[in-house]
């Protein structure tokens, strides 16, 4: 699984004409489900997402979770997280997993993070959406499960 995950002070979805998913400040997260992901890899992608100390703390110091600031979380599904760019100017999406392999996965991400005791508003899978945000910071972060698991380089 692939994460964009952006600090905002505030962020909407619009699917149509309707604001399907709506936050005050919090993380906005694009959420890439590749062919290869797991029901594990969405419970330790939520764990890492809510443990993120991204939030200011009383000194300004980038030292609080999303629990401990008070925060939520908008979480939007983006396939194209997962383009395959290597040849051409055409992207290629064949790494990433079809609707009814990603669509539950994006829901046991969604899930993971309000069984942390947060909220977590959605966008609407598969559909044309808008998205809206203020960006605090900024701050935007890449997160992949697959690397999730390596060495720190020195």
Known sequence: MRAVVQRVSRAQVIAGTEVVGKIGPGLLVFLGVGTDDTP?????LARKVCGLRIFEDGDGKMNLDLASAGCE?????????????????????????????????????????ESSGLACERGRFGAEMAVELVNDGPVTLVIDTADLDQPRRA
């Open 73 to 113: 979380v908008l979480c939007v599904s983006q396939f194209t997280l997962h383009a395959d760019l290597r040849r051409g100017n055409r992207p290629s999406f064949d790494r990433a997993a079809p609707g009814p392999v990603a669509e539950p996965l994006y829901g046991a991400f969604c899930a993971a993070i």
């Open 40 to 44: 594990a890899d969405a419970l330790r």
